[in-house]
């Protein structure tokens, strides 16, 4: 066991490191001014896929409209806190961007387009030996990398959890915008809340009928006229599927305003998070 | 004040605070960048408020707990080498302090974010349950629980730790 002082020395030593990288940085000033935005290290190849919203288990969030988002009103946010429960031996989780992609055509169907531009999955790591693998009658299988084979996964906090994430620009019935869409396997005990978000708009969580946690939001970004929508599934079964819907050519804020409004409604895309064919 | 002295005055705080939370200097750069970046736009309420500096600190352990931060970088840059020289009683320091480092990274991130609240910052239990939006009660559940993950023995002796302004 230790005691406070090695958490002191820890905190200390995480000073040093920041007055050491704080030497090489550039003051923020002498840097053009940017919105909050995605960094990611582009892919070589892009996908273009032609999918729609089809055959998908459409469950809108309660009184939710075209373009509204559930109860929400602007400004309203929810204190509710969403426990993930514990994950379970997970079996047809995305471990690369070339799983989600072809998850998220199946998912779409023929009404939109899609462009992936990045990856923006994570740290490159070895995956253990005990890393999951589906289970017959889910999918293709996927022989377990060993070793010290490097896959392209979704950290957890605790460097453990897998899954995959895509960015890129939608288009559907003709109007474009930003997406990032990323599903992870919850860990168990982690906590969301709207509160976070509370100073970006609009948020909510939901209950589904069969246990599941929704959140949605719809944030008001930093330029004037962009706004992202947000739908967050907590699946009763540990996962958790997050996408991101903007009239910005990145949710984050990036990329300047393409539309008036996301080529997506918020409905839509909670349609999307929500969809059985994941 | 306005917005350039407040950042050649608190950027290297901010960037302490992010890097003890975040555990990673590339992550809390990018977090301090972020936060700061809105800041500015935000610049004439936020320097009316009674503590401008509380007020940015906060948007940083929201940025850090928001879905933003969810999509790391694909190839993140090499952290700062850990500090192996002059240390202490030596060798056996370094690695508890060391691993109580790793320990820290792997805590959820709430839990992280409630430890350095309390025991970095000094913030009491209820201003931290404002910030995680959470009740009391769950602040210091989540304290324990991180504290046992750390293996952190309460009992033992201790001294207060004083954040570097």
């Known amino acids: 066991m230790s005691d406070m002082r090695a958490l002191h020395d820890a905190f200390g030593e995480l000073e040093r490191r920041a007055d050491v990288a704080s030497l090489g940085a550039q003051p923020v000033l002498q840097q053009p001014r940017r919105a909050f935005g995605l960094r990611l290290v582009p892919v070589a190849a892009t996908v273009v896929a032609v999918a729609g919203l089809a055959g998908a288990a459409m469950w809108f969030a309660p009184g939710g409209d075209d373009g509204g988002v559930g109860a929400a009103s602007s400004g309203t946010t929810s204190s509710t806190t969403i426990v993930v429960p514990p994950a379970p031996g997970w079996t047809g989780m995305p471990k690369t961007a070339d799983e989600l992609i072809a998850q998220f055509k199946v998912v779409l169907g023929d009404t939109a387009t899609f462009e992936v531009t990045d990856t923006g999955s994570a740290v490159n790591g070895t995956v253990p030996d005990h890393s999951v693998t589906n289970q017959p009658g889910s999918g293709p299988d996927v022989p377990p990398p060993t070793g010290a084979t490097s896959v392209t996964s979704m950290p957890n906090d605790d460097g453990a959890r897998n899954g995959a994430a895509i960015v890129g620009k939608l288009t559907a019935a003709g109007v474009t915008g930003g997406f990032d869409l990323q599903i992870y396997a919850g860990t168990a005990g982690e906590t969301d809340t709207c509160a976070v978000y509370a100073d970006l708009g609009s948020c909510n969580v939901t209950t589904l009928p069969d246990g599941s946690k929704l959140m949605t939001g719809v944030y008001e970004l930093q330029v004037q006229g962009g706004v992202t929508y947000h739908a967050q599934l907590f699946a009763a079964d540990g996962r958790v599927i997050l996408m991101h819907i903007s009239n910005m050519g990145d949710p984050k804020g990036a990329g300047g305003v393409l539309g008036a409004q996301p080529p997506l409604t918020a409905d839509q895309l909670t349609a999307i998070v929500t969809s059985n064919l994941w | ?165």
């Not at chain 2, 890097?19 to 809390?28: H, K, N």
């Not at chain 2, 090499?78 to 690695?95: I, L, Q, S």
Request: net charge positive; hydrophobic share 40%.
């Open chain 2, 1 to 165: 004040m306005d917005f350039s002295d407040y950042v050649a005055r608190q950027r290297p705080a901010l960037m302490r605070f992010a890097t003890v939370l975040t555990g990673q200097t590339w992550l809390a750069e990018d977090v301090v960048s972020d936060v700061l970046g809105r800041a500015f736009e935000r610049w004439d309420r936020i320097s009316g408020v009674a503590e401008p500096h509380a007020y940015v600190r906060r948007m940083v352990v929201n940025e850090y707990l928001s879905w933003r931060r969810r999509l790391a970088r694909t190839s993140p840059r090499a952290d700062v080498e850990p500090d192996t020289a002059g240390y202490g009683d030596g060798a056996n320091e370094r690695a508890e302090r060391d691993e109580m480092i790793h320990r820290l990274s792997r805590l959820p991130r709430k839990q992280r974010a409630a430890v350095v609240l309390r025991y970095y910052a000094g913030l009491p239990d209820a201003e931290i349950a404002t910030q995680l939006g959470c009740r009391v009660a769950t602040v210091r559940s989540q304290i324990h629980r991180a504290l046992a993950a750390l293996r952190i023995d309460l009992t033992a002796s201790s001294r207060e730790y004083q954040e570097t302004s």
